[in-house]
């Protein structure tokens, strides 16, 4: 099924406006959604979270023990991949947020930031996605670098190396929490359509549900 047009979001009577997020709000909002929401994704990546951030602080506290021990290898390769994670890894989960709008139909992506702020993002220009659509965007980035670095792991099991894809791991989990935040929005409209899409001139993401016929009904019937 088609997704409707802009117009028809803004205009019709079967949609109503959700949320209208400005890009330099977005981690408010998601601190927000993180806490005030009950949906399962948000619960389950919580959980995902504290696990890695609690295994990537453990590696790194054990490869600093290692240091003491006369064995540097383990704590140089952390730390280039703490630098790696802050900065380049940031520019691959960007892009891939980008190669996966371009797959949803966009047809031109950019990028942005508040570097303040620490917040990145992707955006296609008035394209209106639907909740598969934008939870295959959201989570394009988490299960890319997630495979990635799961193989990392495996194959420098027991050597150096080890540290980097587990420590990009850890870090890298950070990074989806505002994926998952925007995320949450469809959740909570677990019975509805929720559609969105970005204005790049006004540095906003606008959310739409797909009003219930019931709802339809009510409002006509008051409007009369």
């Known amino acids: 099924m088609k997704n409707p047009t802009i ?3 803004q205009s019709s009577e079967r949609y109503e406006l959700v949320a209208r997020l400005k890009h330099d709000e977005i981690k408010n909002f998601v601190l927000e959604q993180i806490s005030e929401t009950t949906s399962k994704i948000v619960k389950g ?4 979270q504290l696990l890695m951030v609690l ?3 453990f590696f790194l506290a054990r490869a600093i023990v ?3 021990r006369n064995y540097y290898e383990p704590f140089f390769i952390s730390l280039l991949a703490v630098v790696f994670s802050f900065s380049l890894l940031i520019i691959i989960h960007e892009g891939l947020h980008g190669i ?4 949803t139909g ?3 992506v950019s990028f942005g930031g508040f570097f303040r702020k620490f917040i990145f993002y992707a955006e296609a220009d008035q394209h209106v996605m639907n909740r598969k659509q934008f939870a295959f965007v959201a989570l394009t980035p988490l299960i890319v670098v997630k495979i990635i ?3 990392g792991i495996v194959l420098f099991w027991n050597q150096p190396a080890f540290y980097f894809s587990l420590i990009v791991m850890s870090a890298h989990s950070l990074f989806c ?3 998952i935040g925007l995320l949450s929005v469809f959740h909570n409209e677990p019975e509805q359509e929720v559609f969105t899409f970005d204005v790049k001139d006004e540095k906003t993401s606008y959310f739409f549900r797909e009003k219930t016929e019931q709802t339809v009904e009510s409002e006509l019937t008051k409007n009369d």
């Open 55 to 57: 295994t990537g602080m």
């Open 45 to 48: 990546y919580m959980f995902y």
């Open 149 to 151: 670095t799961l193989i």
């Open 7 to 9: 117009e028809e979001l």
């Open 177 to 179: 929490a505002g994926d």
């Open 100 to 103: 996966a709008l371009k797959l």
């Open 106 to 108: 966009a047809k031109k």
């Open 66 to 68: 290692f240091v003491f």
